[in-house]
């Protein structure tokens, strides 16, 4: 028996967002990077100044203490950087990987288990995202920190 399903669900993410996006056009990460990374990334587990990658609570299910609800919110980045100071492509190609991110997760007639996160949880969704923009001597950044929330029984 699992005491969680954290584990097993970030993994299903990465693969999903691994699989289902293009990697010649955005690299994704489990994770920080050491060093800022060219490009679009999407980050999994990182939010900048947080250093909490999920959160997680759990309950009883029902009486007898056999199963637990667990319920947890998977925090993520989507940065986009192209070295100019077009501050709307940025935010456009930002929410454009947003849509990417969401479609992943949605279930379809070819994909029907998909807010599952391959039979990881019962379902999962993207709940909330913050935009933040800056213009650095690099060119435009812009930031958008995005939440997953995610219901399992263990």
Do not use: K
Request: with cysteine.
């Amino acid at each position: 028996m699992s005491l969680s399903a954290v584990p097993a669900a970030v993994d299903a993410l990465l693969a999903i967002l691994r699989t289902g996006l293009d990697p010649n056009e955005l690299t994704v990460m489990d994770g920080p990077a050491l060093t800022d990374v060219p490009g679009d990334v999407v980050f999994v587990g990182y939010q900048p100044g947080d250093s909490v990658a999920v959160n997680v609570q759990q309950a009883f299910a029902y009486a007898g203490a056999r199963r637990r609800d667990e319920e947890f919110l998977i925090h993520g980045l989507i940065e986009s950087r192209s070295g100019d100071t077009d501050m709307q492509a940025r935010r456009a190609r930002t929410f454009e990987i947003l849509g990417l991110i969401e479609t992943a997760l949605r279930a379809t007639d070819a994909q029907p288990t998909a807010p599952t996160l391959n039979g990881t949880v019962l379902w999962a969704h993207l709940t909330s995202g913050d935009l933040t923009q800056e213009q650095t001597p690099d060119g435009a950044v812009v930031g958008l920190a995005w939440t997953i929330s995610c219901q399992a029984r263990i």
